[in-house]
T-cell receptor, first 108, second 112 residues
Framework: AQRVTQPEKLLSVFKGAPVELKCNYS??????LFWYVQYSRQRLQLLLR??SRESIKGFTADLNKGETSFHLKKPFAQEEDSAMYYC??????????FGSGTRLLVRP | DGGITQSPKYLFRKEGQNVTLSCEQN?????MYWYRQDPGQGLRLIYY???????QKGDIAEGYSVSREKKESFPLTVTSAQKNPTAFYLC???????????FGPGTRLLVL
Protein backbone atom coordinates (compact mmCIF):
# COMPACT_ATOMS: atom_id res chain seq x y z
CA ALA A 1 0.00 0.00 0.00
CA GLN A 2 1.13 3.53 -0.74
CA ARG A 3 1.08 5.69 2.35
CA VAL A 4 2.64 8.84 3.76
CA THR A 5 2.93 9.31 7.51
CA GLN A 6 3.62 12.57 9.29
CA PRO A 7 3.70 11.63 12.97
CA GLU A 8 3.57 15.14 14.41
CA LYS A 9 0.39 17.21 14.16
CA LEU A 10 2.08 20.21 15.74
CA LEU A 11 5.71 21.21 16.07
CA SER A 12 6.52 24.28 18.13
CA VAL A 13 10.03 25.77 18.20
CA PHE A 14 11.62 29.08 19.09
CA LYS A 15 13.03 31.42 16.47
CA GLY A 16 16.58 30.44 15.58
CA ALA A 17 16.17 26.82 16.67
CA PRO A 18 16.65 23.92 14.25
CA VAL A 19 13.57 22.36 12.73
CA GLU A 20 12.92 18.83 11.50
CA LEU A 21 9.51 17.86 10.16
CA LYS A 22 9.25 14.11 9.89
CA CYS A 23 7.86 12.20 6.92
CA ASN A 24 7.88 8.45 6.37
CA TYR A 25 6.49 6.70 3.36
CA SER A 26 5.43 3.25 2.25
CA UNK A 27 5.98 2.41 -1.41
CA UNK A 28 7.46 -0.61 -3.12
CA UNK A 29 8.97 1.13 -6.15
CA UNK A 30 11.02 4.28 -6.68
CA UNK A 31 8.99 7.12 -5.23
CA UNK A 32 8.97 10.76 -6.06
CA LEU A 33 8.55 12.86 -2.92
CA PHE A 34 7.48 16.42 -2.31
CA TRP A 35 6.96 18.91 0.48
CA TYR A 36 4.06 21.33 0.11
CA VAL A 37 3.43 24.32 2.37
CA GLN A 38 0.31 26.31 3.18
CA TYR A 39 0.85 29.68 4.84
CA SER A 40 -2.02 31.37 6.63
CA ARG A 41 -4.65 32.63 4.15
CA GLN A 42 -2.59 31.45 1.19
CA ARG A 43 -3.00 28.54 -1.17
CA LEU A 44 -1.10 25.28 -0.97
CA GLN A 45 2.20 25.55 -2.84
CA LEU A 46 5.14 23.35 -3.65
CA LEU A 47 8.13 23.89 -1.37
CA LEU A 48 10.55 21.35 -2.77
CA ARG A 49 10.84 18.00 -4.49
CA UNK A 50 13.51 15.42 -3.85
CA UNK A 51 14.65 15.08 -7.45
CA SER A 52 15.61 18.77 -7.51
CA ARG A 53 18.02 18.42 -4.58
CA GLU A 54 17.66 22.13 -3.89
CA SER A 55 17.28 24.32 -0.85
CA ILE A 56 14.21 26.53 -0.77
CA LYS A 57 13.84 29.22 1.90
CA GLY A 58 16.63 27.48 3.80
CA PHE A 59 14.77 24.14 3.87
CA THR A 60 16.28 20.89 2.64
CA ALA A 61 15.01 17.33 2.51
CA ASP A 62 16.94 14.18 1.77
CA LEU A 63 15.36 10.98 0.58
CA ASN A 64 16.52 8.05 2.72
CA LYS A 65 15.39 4.89 0.98
CA GLY A 66 16.75 2.65 3.72
CA GLU A 67 14.62 4.35 6.36
CA THR A 68 11.86 5.26 3.85
CA SER A 69 11.96 8.82 5.09
CA PHE A 70 11.95 12.31 3.60
CA HIS A 71 12.33 14.61 6.58
CA LEU A 72 12.26 18.39 6.07
CA LYS A 73 15.00 20.33 7.84
CA LYS A 74 16.04 23.90 8.46
CA PRO A 75 18.96 24.85 10.70
CA PHE A 76 17.51 28.15 11.99
CA ALA A 77 13.74 28.61 12.05
CA GLN A 78 12.17 32.00 11.31
CA GLU A 79 8.76 33.27 12.40
CA GLU A 80 7.64 33.45 8.77
CA ASP A 81 8.16 29.69 8.50
CA SER A 82 5.04 29.15 10.59
CA ALA A 83 2.64 27.24 8.34
CA MET A 84 1.08 23.87 7.59
CA TYR A 85 3.48 21.47 5.90
CA TYR A 86 2.43 18.42 3.89
CA CYS A 87 4.63 15.61 2.67
CA UNK A 88 3.43 13.93 -0.53
CA UNK A 89 4.32 10.87 -2.55
CA UNK A 90 3.83 10.34 -6.25
CA UNK A 91 3.62 6.67 -7.03
CA UNK A 92 3.12 4.52 -10.09
CA UNK A 93 -0.23 6.00 -11.06
CA UNK A 94 1.11 9.56 -10.87
CA UNK A 95 -1.45 10.42 -8.19
CA UNK A 96 -0.23 12.48 -5.27
CA UNK A 97 -0.70 10.85 -1.88
CA PHE A 98 -0.55 13.33 0.98
CA GLY A 99 0.33 12.92 4.62
CA SER A 100 -1.95 14.38 7.28
CA GLY A 101 0.22 17.45 7.68
CA THR A 102 2.28 19.07 10.44
CA ARG A 103 1.63 22.55 11.71
CA LEU A 104 4.90 24.37 12.42
CA LEU A 105 4.72 27.19 14.92
CA VAL A 106 7.82 29.33 15.31
CA ARG A 107 7.70 31.42 18.45
CA PRO A 108 9.55 34.73 18.79
CA ASP B 1 -0.56 29.07 -9.18
CA GLY B 2 -2.22 32.42 -9.73
CA GLY B 3 -3.80 30.99 -12.89
CA ILE B 4 -6.16 28.67 -11.01
CA THR B 5 -9.38 30.10 -9.65
CA GLN B 6 -12.09 28.45 -7.59
CA SER B 7 -15.53 29.77 -6.82
CA PRO B 8 -17.29 30.39 -4.62
CA LYS B 9 -15.03 30.82 -1.60
CA TYR B 10 -17.82 29.58 0.69
CA LEU B 11 -20.80 27.43 -0.29
CA PHE B 12 -23.76 26.28 1.75
CA ARG B 13 -25.70 23.15 0.94
CA LYS B 14 -29.12 22.13 2.14
CA GLU B 15 -30.10 18.53 2.77
CA GLY B 16 -30.78 16.66 -0.48
CA GLN B 17 -29.32 19.38 -2.63
CA ASN B 18 -26.66 19.03 -5.32
CA VAL B 19 -24.08 21.81 -5.47
CA THR B 20 -21.37 22.52 -8.03
CA LEU B 21 -17.92 23.91 -7.29
CA SER B 22 -16.12 25.74 -10.05
CA CYS B 23 -12.45 25.35 -10.99
CA GLU B 24 -10.89 27.29 -13.89
CA GLN B 25 -7.28 27.49 -15.04
CA ASN B 26 -5.60 29.60 -17.70
CA UNK B 27 -2.24 27.82 -17.50
CA UNK B 28 -2.94 25.59 -20.52
CA UNK B 29 -2.54 22.56 -18.25
CA UNK B 30 -3.80 19.20 -19.49
CA UNK B 31 -4.31 17.55 -16.10
CA MET B 32 -6.69 18.72 -13.39
CA TYR B 33 -7.53 17.33 -9.96
CA TRP B 34 -10.02 17.66 -7.11
CA TYR B 35 -8.98 17.03 -3.51
CA ARG B 36 -10.89 17.09 -0.26
CA GLN B 37 -9.13 18.43 2.84
CA ASP B 38 -10.39 17.47 6.29
CA PRO B 39 -8.77 18.45 9.59
CA GLY B 40 -6.13 15.93 10.60
CA GLN B 41 -6.46 13.92 7.40
CA GLY B 42 -4.50 15.82 4.83
CA LEU B 43 -5.69 15.86 1.23
CA ARG B 44 -7.55 13.01 -0.43
CA LEU B 45 -8.06 12.70 -4.18
CA ILE B 46 -11.67 12.75 -5.38
CA TYR B 47 -11.37 12.80 -9.18
CA TYR B 48 -8.73 13.63 -11.74
CA UNK B 49 -8.64 14.31 -15.45
CA UNK B 50 -5.64 13.80 -17.71
CA UNK B 51 -7.21 15.36 -20.78
CA UNK B 52 -10.43 16.91 -22.04
CA UNK B 53 -13.45 14.57 -22.06
CA UNK B 54 -11.69 12.06 -19.85
CA UNK B 55 -11.61 11.65 -16.08
CA GLN B 56 -10.95 8.94 -13.49
CA LYS B 57 -12.12 8.28 -9.96
CA GLY B 58 -9.75 8.98 -7.14
CA ASP B 59 -9.77 7.45 -3.70
CA ILE B 60 -13.04 8.95 -2.44
CA ALA B 61 -15.22 9.48 -5.54
CA GLU B 62 -18.51 8.24 -4.06
CA GLY B 63 -21.09 11.00 -3.88
CA TYR B 64 -19.24 13.24 -6.32
CA SER B 65 -19.31 13.78 -10.07
CA VAL B 66 -17.19 15.79 -12.51
CA SER B 67 -17.06 16.83 -16.13
CA ARG B 68 -14.23 17.99 -18.37
CA GLU B 69 -15.82 19.51 -21.45
CA LYS B 70 -13.19 22.24 -21.77
CA LYS B 71 -9.48 22.19 -21.04
CA GLU B 72 -9.76 25.19 -18.75
CA SER B 73 -12.64 23.96 -16.61
CA PHE B 74 -13.15 21.01 -14.25
CA PRO B 75 -16.33 21.51 -12.17
CA LEU B 76 -17.10 19.24 -9.23
CA THR B 77 -20.67 18.40 -8.23
CA VAL B 78 -21.31 17.29 -4.69
CA THR B 79 -24.47 15.20 -4.87
CA SER B 80 -27.03 14.41 -2.21
CA ALA B 81 -25.45 10.93 -2.02
CA GLN B 82 -22.42 12.44 -0.29
CA LYS B 83 -23.45 12.13 3.33
CA ASN B 84 -20.60 14.08 4.87
CA PRO B 85 -19.82 16.89 2.44
CA THR B 86 -18.57 19.49 4.91
CA ALA B 87 -14.92 20.02 4.00
CA PHE B 88 -12.44 22.25 2.22
CA TYR B 89 -12.20 21.42 -1.48
CA LEU B 90 -9.03 22.08 -3.44
CA CYS B 91 -8.60 22.03 -7.19
CA UNK B 92 -5.18 21.59 -8.81
CA UNK B 93 -3.72 21.40 -12.27
CA UNK B 94 -0.49 20.31 -13.90
CA UNK B 95 1.00 20.36 -17.37
CA UNK B 96 0.96 16.59 -17.39
CA UNK B 97 0.53 13.87 -14.83
CA UNK B 98 4.26 13.81 -14.16
CA UNK B 99 4.54 17.55 -13.62
CA UNK B 100 4.19 19.71 -10.53
CA UNK B 101 0.62 20.33 -9.37
CA UNK B 102 -0.48 23.90 -8.73
CA PHE B 103 -3.38 24.53 -6.38
CA GLY B 104 -6.32 26.89 -6.33
CA PRO B 105 -7.40 28.88 -3.25
CA GLY B 106 -10.10 26.36 -2.28
CA THR B 107 -13.85 26.32 -1.58
CA ARG B 108 -15.25 25.66 1.87
CA LEU B 109 -18.51 23.72 1.74
CA LEU B 110 -20.85 23.80 4.71
CA VAL B 111 -24.10 21.94 5.23
CA LEU B 112 -27.09 23.83 6.63
Amino acid sequence: AQRVTQPEKLLSVFKGAPVELKCNYSYSGSPELFWYVQYSRQRLQLLLRHISRESIKGFTADLNKGETSFHLKKPFAQEEDSAMYYCALKGSSYKLIFGSGTRLLVRP
Amino acid sequence: DGGITQSPKYLFRKEGQNVTLSCEQNLNHDAMYWYRQDPGQGLRLIYYSQIVNDFQKGDIAEGYSVSREKKESFPLTVTSAQKNPTAFYLCASSMGQQETQYFGPGTRLLVL
